[in-house]
């Protein structure tokens, strides 16, 4: 167990990694980071909107010690820091069922929009305790957690939207691009009817949760979404669409998002990034996994949005070439650790593992970045397997599980 968490938790791996999570689809590691690294005056043609230019702000100084104990204003369990098993167990849900977890993956997002889908239709869709999500799965998990009448807002975002939905080629001072146009998606999208609706469904017990990285304490955070929504106000409403953006801000590619706590009197600014830096995906904090106590859950389904396996790519011998299939390599490596560790943690506690991934035999052409027709054709793959029952496979017996919905 160790020796995988070793492996997952690599300085070069993750930063690697969360290079392509949320920007560039797996499947086409390497044209595409060509494609970010020359993306200058060839994708969006939006403009930002007037006075959007912001002045460099210094952030007031904190501590270590301020950031270990800062927490949310008015806000109570808001966040708990995600390797804490202790600060976990707050937060688990009040009723029984079925987890769902939402990986990264940009674009390929659209498979796990297609699955949830093709799983309603199917007529077998549970009703989830848990939903998490991080970077891309970030987005969808609100839709998710609240079942099926959001599964066409799902398709939408996957069927409709562009590159130039998502950033802007033109650099920030802390940043390659300036994803302004999708913060504005994400503030027409996640309204106060959506949170409502949210807090409702965190009063009967259950749980929606989002991964972030704080990059300050270099941690991973969980946000607790209900909690947040629960609050029903304007400062709610602030705090969970920037959540939100910040799982999906790769550092260096994204501005990271800030986000004000409090601790030992004095507010500040933290900064929140990918969370694929510190997971491809959440369920508990690795040690709950590893030790001997019983685990918070009998069932798990995992939606992983971009394929398995090592593929074979003659690479250019040139630096976006290097670069980008050497990106590919390590993010593929990275996220088959992740579940290994996983694999193992549910043999131990006997968790009922399902996981559903892009079928290595997919192989649509992407122009780019966001490629619609890419996206289309993706997001019906995942609704036909989610549709027949064949999206998820049993991770401990290696056969479908048919869209169980044991508890």
């Not at 609100?142 to 799902?154: K, T």
């Amino acid at each position: 167990m160790q020796k995988l968490r070793f492996s997952m938790s690599s300085l070069t791996a993750l930063t690697i990694c969360t290079l392509l999570g949320f920007v560039v689809p797996l499947q086409d590691a390497l044209g595409q980071a060509q494609r970010v690294i020359v993306i200058k005056k060839k994708t969006a043609k939006k403009t930002a909107p007037a006075a959007k230019e912001e002045k460099a702000q210094e952030r007031p100084a904190f501590s270590a010690e301020d950031e270990g104990i800062a927490v949310v204003p008015g806000i109570a369990d808001a966040r708990i820091w995600g390797d804490s098993a202790a600060d976990f167990v707050r937060l688990l849900p009040q009723v029984s069922g079925p987890w769902l977890a939402i990986s990264g993956g940009g674009s390929d997002g659209a498979y796990g929009g297609g699955v949830l889908a093709g799983w309603t239709q199917s007529g077998t869709r549970p009703e989830f305790a848990v939903v998490t999500g991080a970077s891309i799965g970030a987005l969808i998990a609100p839709f998710a957690f609240l079942g099926s009448r959001y599964d066409d807002e799902i398709r939408k975002n996957f069927t409709s939207m562009t590159a130039a939905d998502i950033f802007e080629d033109r650099a920030t001072r802390d940043s390659l691009f300036d994803y302004w146009p999708l913060k504005r998606q994400v503030e027409q999208r996640v309204t106060a009817k959506l949170l409502a609706e949210i807090a409702a469904e965190h009063a009967r017990g259950r749980r929606l949760f989002v991964a972030t990285t704080n990059l300050d304490a270099g941690r991973r955070v969980i946000w607790n979404m209900g909690a947040i929504a629960a609050r029903g106000d304007e400062k709610s409403l602030s705090l969970f669409r920037d959540v939100l953006l910040a799982s999906c801000s790769i550092p260096g590619f994204f501005s990271p998002v800030a986000i004000e706590v409090e601790a030992n009197g004095k507010r500040f600014q933290e900064m929140h990034g990918d969370g694929t830096l510190t997971t491809p995906f959440f369920v508990v904090p690795e040690t709950m996994l590893a030790a001997t106590s019983r685990a918070p859950l009998s069932q798990l389904y995992v939606i992983v949005n971009s394929k398995l396996g090592p593929e074979f790519k003659m690479s250019d011998r040139n630096i976006p070439g290097v670069l980008g299939r050497s990106i590919a390599v390590a993010l593929s490596a990275a996220l088959r650790s992740e579940m290994a560790l996983l694999h193992v943690g549910a043999q131990r506690h006997g968790i009922g593992l399902h996981i559903a991934h892009v079928d290595p035999a997919f192989d649509h052409p992407s122009r780019g970045p966001f490629d619609g027709k890419y996206m289309e054709a993706l997001y019906e793959v995942g609704v036909a397997a989610g549709k027949k029952g064949t999206a998820f496979e049993d991770a401990l017996a290696g056969t479908p599980s048919r869209g169980s919905t044991a508890q």
